[in-house]
């Protein structure tokens, strides 16, 4: 028995793939962020293009703006967690 499990009797030991998803934020979750917020830029500027109004431009400016924050304090949020909850 590890010191670890010594003062937890119930405790399992930890898989090694348990917080793949984790794993993925903490590795490309800045890419993914950029990614989703530009994709949402874009599509407010088709809607533009495509005639459905002049407020779908810089609504979907702000709102890809917007969402690019969120995911990326999201992001470093994870990445926080990862380093100080998962074992190493």
């Not at 399992?12 to 990614?35: D, H, I, S, W």
């Not at 809607?47 to 002049?54: A, E, K």
């Amino acid at each position: 028995m590890s010191k670890e499990t010594e003062s937890y009797p119930l405790a399992l030991p930890v898989p090694e793939n348990q917080y793949r998803t984790l794993l993925f934020f903490a590795g490309y979750g800045k890419t993914l962020a950029y990614l989703v917020g530009l994709l949402i830029c874009a599509g407010g500027v088709a809607l533009y293009w495509s005639g459905y109004g002049t407020a779908w431009l810089p609504a979907g400016i702000v709102v890809g703006a917007f969402v690019i924050l969120l995911l990326n304090c999201f992001a470093e949020l994870v990445h926080l967690i990862v380093d100080t909850m998962i074992p190493k």
